[in-house]
């Protein structure tokens, strides 16, 4: 096993014990009810917004592709559809996916994945992330007119 792999194992078991011990603590502090109370609000507001990220994501889609689109809904290659500026902003559709996973740390039960969601869902944090990824996926991109082309044999793409 690599050093990475027995660090990923060590911290797979230690998280459920510092959960513990933080839940412990907490509830020293402010008593298990509202522990309790805490836990389940957060399993509540953590699956709101997995259900408003959904939502929110499929019509930021939308209003991404709607310039493809012309009036009658179909394909126009000749000219895109234009679009009034009384349309709201929408989010990019991977900000707002992003919500997803923020949502989901946020319901599991715990102190520590509660504030990793928190963290998730900070629109800077989420800019960030999609940046990231959206770096990534253009790094990991055939080349196209201007890049390098690949070696001879091709991409290495291991599946």
Do not use: K
Request: net charge positive; aromatic share 6%.
């Amino acid at each position: 096993m690599t050093v990475r792999g027995r660090w990923g194992c060590a911290l797979l078991l230690a998280y459920p014990l510092v959960e513990i011990i933080l839940a412990v603590a907490v509830a020293r502090v402010i008593g298990w009810w509202w522990v309790l109370v805490i836990v389940i609000g957060c399993i509540v507001l953590g699956l709101g917004l997995v259900r408003y990220s959904l939502g929110a994501t499929g019509q930021s889609l939308r209003s991404s592709l709607a310039p493809l689109r012309d009036e009658r809904g179909g394909r126009d290659a000749q000219r895109p559809a234009i679009t009034s500026a009384a349309h709201r902003h929408v989010a990019a559709p991977a900000q707002t996916l992003l919500i997803v996973p923020a949502g989901l740390l946020i319901a599991i039960p715990g102190f520590v994945t509660t504030l990793m969601g928190a963290a998730l869902w900070m629109p800077p944090v989420r800019r960030r992330t999609a940046q990231r990824w959206e770096d990534a996926a253009r790094r990991a991109m055939p080349p196209g007119p201007g890049r390098a082309a690949w070696p001879e044999e091709g991409p290495d793409v291991r599946l």
